[in-house]
């Protein structure tokens, strides 16, 4: 009987963050920078007769909670929110804040602490050595994942170094 032997050696690789991300605008500032500059040096690619980004989200996500408190400071409710994208994520806590029908159901009022949110980016990214490899933000930690050449780690640690807010 045949034995699988090993092609490939896949990397995951992660940055906690000495300090967690401020919130969402300063995640979406990152992102915004990395998909207008591709500051790896990834390169377009074709699949299936298709055109590819060198650098693309392929997936976000956004929660909080809204805490529903009485007069005497007493929480009574609490909610949580989730969404696909900021805007949603956004539209979904101002629509939530703004129902009086849920203010009276649950029998206070409700208010949204932002340094409670999680937020999550992935970034897929084609090197140009062929790979293709994902780049996970979350408020506390980045992760490299899906990689196999350390030159990789390399370009992404190199450039993490050179954000701030990453350090």
């Known amino acids: 009987m045949a034995d699988f032997v090993s092609k490939s050696v896949v990397k995951s690789s992660v940055r906690e963050l000495s300090t967690p991300l401020a919130g969402k605008a300063e995640l979406n500032s990152i992102i915004g920078t990395i998909v207008a500059n591709n500051p790896w040096g990834c390169t377009t690619y074709i699949s299936g007769g298709e055109n590819f980004p060198a650098v693309s989200k392929s997936s976000e996500s956004y929660s909080g909670t ?70 996970t933000f979350k408020r506390d930690k980045v992760t490299l994942s899906s990689y196999e050449d350390d030159a990789i780690l390399d370009t992404i640690e190199t450039w993490a170094d050179s954000v701030p807010a990453l350090a």
């Open 66 to 135: 809204i805490v529903y408190e009485n007069n005497d400071g007493k929480q009574v409710g609490r909610i949580t929110v989730k969404a696909q994208t900021a805007g949603g994520f956004d539209s979904a806590i101002s629509g939530i804040l703004g129902l009086e029908a849920l203010k009276t159901a649950m029998g206070g009022v409700g208010s949204h602490d932002s340094s409670d949110d999680g937020f999550s980016i992935t970034i897929k990214c084609h090197a140009a050595n062929g790979e293709f490899y994902n780049v």
